[in-house]
């Protein structure tokens, strides 16, 4: 596809994210996730695991295409949309989102992202909802969202609340620093630090030792230790459709378009 590809390599669906310049979610990219999390509902081919990498020098994923974002809420209010019929496309979007993160969140298989530069944003919410993050020494995680006027609306909060604890998400949130691969390693954000461009064949060996267990006792283990949040995503969805609707992401995301920074998406 035009962002993400994906083969299945022996008992291993690998999903490559090929998009540049960082993987941007947009309508592009959603669109064909939503093909693949239809592959995964289907079995996806009798796979035993799902890996996410991508191929794009800077990173993982910078987060949700804020260029496309800008100019479709210029476009909208050009042709005179209220903010109620606004809201609503914002809500279709995320509802769609969240279908997709959903899907990936609860598979019956063993899910791995392997992360190196930008995991921001809504990237980094993607990463969330593997089972396990293999993070190269370039990673840097990061929720910039507050710079918009927004918060994360992917799934982010209740799924990093879920595997670490508040005292993280209050630093990244409330801060809009990055963390680095070694202090995500040392909070137990993700399983395993590996040396640049040894995350893919860290994460190919980990989904051919998890594939060797029975598919039964994994997939209730994956239920037992790994609940969805189904309460917190839809508080976190209510609030982000509540704050894009206010006049600061319009101002963020104007002056984030309009920026001449080499690196943009650094907080």
């Not at 006027?149 to 992917?154: E, L, S, T, V």
């Not at 209730?220 to 609940?227: E, G, R, S, T, V």
């Amino acid at each position: 596809g035009d962002a993400i590809g994906w083969s299945l390599e022996g008992q291993t669906l690998e999903v490559v994210l090929h998009r540049e310049p960082c993987n941007e979610i947009g309508s592009v990219m959603l669109r064909e996730l939503e093909e693949l999390a239809d592959y995964v509902k289907a079995g996806a081919g009798g796979a035993r695991a799902l890996l996410f990498y991508s191929t794009t020098q800077r990173g993982f994923s910078a987060g949700a295409d804020l260029r496309e974002l800008y100019s479709g809420m210029v476009e909208r209010r050009g042709a005179g949309l209220s903010r109620w019929q606004m809201a609503f496309e914002v809500r279709d979007f995320l509802d769609r989102i969240h279908a997709v993160f959903d899907t990936f969140d609860t598979a019956p298989i063993t899910t791995i992202a392997v992360v190196h530069g930008f995991c921001f944003g809504g990237g980094f919410e993607l990463a969330l909802t593997c089972d396990e993050i293999i993070a190269e020494k370039s990673a840097r995680f990061a929720f910039p969202e507050l710079r918009l006027g927004i918060i994360p609306g992917f799934g982010g909060i209740p799924r990093l609340r879920r595997d670490v604890g508040n005292g993280l998400i209050r630093d990244l949130l409330l801060s809009g620093r990055s963390v680095g691969a070694k202090k995500a390693l040392a909070v137990g954000l993700v399983s395993q630090l590996v040396a640049n461009g040894e995350g893919l064949p860290a994460a190919r060996g980990l989904a051919a030792q998890s594939g060797k267990f029975d598919a039964t006792a994994r997939r209730a283990a994956k239920a037992f230790i790994k609940p969805l949040p189904v309460a917190e995503l839809a508080r976190e969805r209510d609030l982000f459709v509540q704050l894009a609707e206010g006049p600061a992401l319009l101002t963020a995301l104007k002056r984030f378009v309009e920026s001449t920074e080499l690196r943009p998406y650094l907080p």
